[in-house]
């Protein structure tokens, strides 16, 4: 958030925890006002009344951490994830790439503040080891020496629960150097083997290993044959044999694809590639497969075609629904049109009216692509509204009622019936050049002629307009 809003002096992010606004995290200039993380936000204002806040982000900064861990394997193939607001890595066989580990820690470090991050790292022979000194006291710890390069620290180093290191100190043990000295019977009775097993796993007598994250799945299958092909027949079967495989992997993963693409290698090493925009996800490879005929049509496999790659290049999440005997399928029917006319015109240019919260006419509906957006009702007014809509077109009239006769598209009309006056108000916090007169009164009027229009009167610039027609 600094980097995006640079602020200067005492700054955090606050989060709401149970009920109390909480200090989620600070700057430097925070942390010298004697301002920790977890603090109520009034008790920190109390504190330091210069404190700046803005609201916490805790999936956005998931996003990045994950961000980040992908950037860090440049430096070694197993990175993971270390709480909140950590990354841990395996870097045994990778050190000397950089020069060693101190030339590896320099790197990090002035790529890290080059876009003005700023990162507590530590380096040890051990997970532990290193997440103590990350936290408690940046540097690296001698190879084979880890109980002296930790000795001086806290028990809390140990990433032990708040409640039993406080226990531990209240013993009289505060140090790791002092719980490593002392007797193990009575530690594993008093605090079970939670205590023991971090210290060892911190000095290296207890292995711990370090878990990468998982590479997202791949969503692709591919087939090589043995026989060239050209004919359409065989390139659909080929696709629906791909099809297959592909869906049952994202039906495993509970995914559905929005993009796919089929790439064909001819036996000239040409390729070609077609690619299908479906209208929802879908896994349904009985339903995909006509999807992809026209297409496949058009390929001109040459001497033949020795190789088919499908691949869904967008997902979606697709979780598993309950179905019945009486579920409807003109949903599925609806986005299977969709994307077939959307092959030909593209699927930005098939768009559908959605309702908007607003009162205002010309406001009150949004236009968006149907593949990206689901169908809604209609916002409930208390008066009908027309089913055409154009921009507002004066008439010839006065009054503050409805007038009797008036002249409207080159046509005399009289009216028959008027209901109404229904106020609508500008939205004073909106710009609007066609609101800038003020209120406006709209008057359903049923003409002897047939024709039910929309009319509005201006009060405080009288005048007439027309600006809706009723079915």
Not at 233 to 240: K, L, P
Not at 270 to 281: C, K, M, T
């Amino acid at each position: 958030m600094l980097r995006q809003r640079p602020v200067t002096g005492p700054f955090a992010l606050t989060l709401q925890q149970q009920n109390t606004n909480r200090i989620y995290c600070l700057n430097a200039e925070a942390a010298r006002q004697n301002l920790d993380k977890g603090m109520s936000y009034a008790d920190a204002r109390a504190f330091c009344p210069d404190l700046q806040s803005g609201p916490a982000d805790p999936a956005g900064d998931a996003r990045f951490l994950h961000m980040l861990r992908r950037w860090a394997t440049r430096y070694c193939p197993w990175v993971g994830l270390e709480g909140e607001a950590g990354l841990v890595m395996d870097i045994t066989g990778a050190a000397h790439l950089f020069g060693g580990e101190a030339a590896m820690v320099a790197d990090m470090r002035a790529r890290l503040a080059r876009v003005g991050l700023g990162a507590c790292i530590g380096v040890a022979d051990t997970r532990g080891a290193a997440w103590a000194l990350a936290h408690y006291r940046e540097g690296s710890a001698p190879p084979g020496a880890m109980l002296e390069a930790l000795k001086s620290l806290p028990v809390a180093a140990l990433r032990l629960p708040e409640d039993t290191s406080v226990a531990l100190q209240r013993l009289g043990l505060r140090e790791i150097g002092a719980l490593a000295q002392a007797p193990r019977a009575p530690l594993t009775r008093r605090f079970g083997l939670e205590v023991l097993r971090r210290l060892d796993q911190a000095l290296g007598t207890q292995p711990e290993e370090i878990t990468p994250l998982a590479e997202p799945p791949h969503y692709g299958v591919r087939m090589t044959l043995p026989e060239p092909i050209g004919l359409l027949a065989d390139v659909m079967a080929g696709t629906e044999r791909l099809l297959t495989q592909l869906c049952a992997k994202l039906k495993a993963q509970d995914m559905g694809a929005r993009v796919l693409c089929v790439t064909l290698r001819r036996v000239d090493q040409g390729h070609q590639q077609v690619e299908l925009r479906l209208a929802r996800p879908m896994r349904d490879a009985a339903r995909i497969l006509p999807l992809f005929e026209r297409g496949l049509a058009a390929v001109e496999a040459g001497f033949g075609i020795d190789q088919l790659r499908l691949e869904a290049t967008q997902v979606a999440a697709l979780p598993v629904q309950q179905i019945s005997h009486v579920a409807d399928r003109g949903k599925d029917q609806l986005d299977d049109l969709i994307t077939r006319i959307g092959t030909r015109i593209g699927l930005d240019n098939i768009q559908r009216f959605l309702p908007a919260d607003s009162h205002i006419p010309e406001r009150s509906f949004l236009i968006a692509p149907a593949a990206y957006s689901a169908p809604s009702s209609a916002w409930s007014t208390h008066q009908p509204r027309p089913l055409t809509l154009f921009p507002p077109e004066a008439i010839a009239a006065s009054g503050a009622r409805p007038p009797k006769q008036f002249r409207w598209r080159r046509m005399v009309l009289r009216t028959g019936r008027a209901v109404g006056p229904e106020r609508i108000a500008p939205e004073w916090w909106l710009q609007d050049d066609a609101w800038r007169s003020g209120l406006r009164d709209y008057w359903r009027v049923e003409t002897k002629e047939g024709r039910r229009l929309w009319l509005f009167y201006t009060p405080q610039n009288p005048g007439w307009f027309v600006q809706g027609e009723f079915a």
